[in-house]
Nanobody, 124 residues
């Protein structure tokens, strides 16, 4: 069974740090580009970070310099290391995977695999 399972969400104060994890199972992990999306209250789901197998990570401007997306291929796991968080980072965070980036990494439609989401709440 193909699954992406996120964990690590929770509540954190502004300026703090948090690490999200996403474990993939039932897939050939090396074939997938992995990404993190988030959906803030009342807004569309947006891509914030992505990384291919052995590739350089890419980031949306909103998180560049604050978040990183390490990938441990031996563990079929991708992380989102969040630092210097802000109240506007409050969102449901989703892990996603794709083998087809022809529509670009920021497009939700590019991704066939999704996790269930994990909530991050940042208090001021």
């Amino acid at each position: 069974q193909v699954r992406l399972v996120e964990s690590g969400g929770g509540s954190v104060q502004s300026g703090g740090s948090l690490r999200l994890s996403c474990v993939a199972s039932g897939v050939t992990y090396s074939a997938y580009f992995m990404a993190w999306f988030r959906q803030r209250p009342g807004q569309e789901r947006e891509g914030i970070a992505g990384v291919g197998y052995g590739g350089a990570p890419i980031y949306a401007d909103s998180v560049k310099g604050r978040f990183i997306i390490p990938r441990d291929n031996a563990k079929n796991t991708v992380y989102l290391q969040m630092s210097t968080v802000k109240p506007e980072d409050t969102a449901m965070y989703y892990c996603a995977g794709t083998r087809d980036l022809s529509r670009g990494w920021l497009q939700r439609e590019s991704y066939a695999l999704w996790g269930q989401g994990t909530q991050v709440t940042v208090s001021s």
